[in-house]
């Protein structure tokens, strides 16, 4: 049986409710529990247990992280947890410190990770898709999605987890396709969880 922990980095706004985050996540949920995954959940602007955190991440294979495109990064509550959960799980749980030795103490920096697994962002953004990948959009000025998030990708890499393909759903408040997004999430869902682990 695999093990899953779906973080939840969604925070409450007025106009953003958290809704599609959620949705997503509750289809995730269902399709992986009728794949026999044992799952476990957090959502990172409820309260939580750092050490316990540490133990769903050393626990889990894959880790699916669920979390709205917010200035660039990730929300404040999901940073915050980010924070206190990775750098307690930093010095020994869940990597070796930064992977530097006595021997060589200007090497493989960012290599000490102890963790097996894989981890799947999945994100929602206001952003097009024609927002990225394109050097005429002078904003971007061609990044593409997983560059707009090498932060998070260098975060999983120094505790050792692999990733799987990212998943965004686009425009998702001035011009939603909701719809749509369902069904490629769940196509995604069973691609990269279902079929490939």
Do not use: C
């Not at 692999?162 to 869902?189: C, G, Q, S, W």
């Amino acid at each position: 049986m695999k093990k899953i922990l779906i973080i939840n980095g969604h925070q409450y706004y007025p106009f953003a409710e958290g809704k599609l985050n959620q949705a997503l996540i509750d289809r995730a949920t269902s399709m992986l529990g009728e794949e026999d995954f044992d799952i476990k959940t957090t959502v990172t602007e409820n309260a939580y247990d750092v050490d316990e955190e540490v133990e769903k991440f050393r626990w889990a294979d894959i880790v699916l992280l669920q979390t709205p495109l917010n200035w660039m990064g990730v929300t404040w509550s999901f940073k915050k947890y980010l924070d206190e959960v990775l750098t307690t799980g930093m010095m020994g749980k869940m990597s070796n410190g930064d992977g530097r030795t006595e021997e060589a103490p200007k090497k493989n920096y960012g290599l000490g990770g102890l963790l097996k697994g894989k981890y799947m962002m999945s994100v929602t953004a206001n952003a097009p898709k024609e927002a990225f990948n394109d050097p005429n959009e002078k904003f971007f000025n061609g990044l593409s999605e997983d560059e707009l998030l090498r932060p998070m990708h260098l975060n999983f890499k120094w505790f050792g987890l692999e990733p799987l393909k990212t998943f965004f759903a686009y425009d998702v408040m001035k011009n939603p396709e909701v719809d749509n997004d369902f069904v490629r999430f769940e196509k995604h869902i069973k691609e990269e969880l279902i079929q490939k682990i």
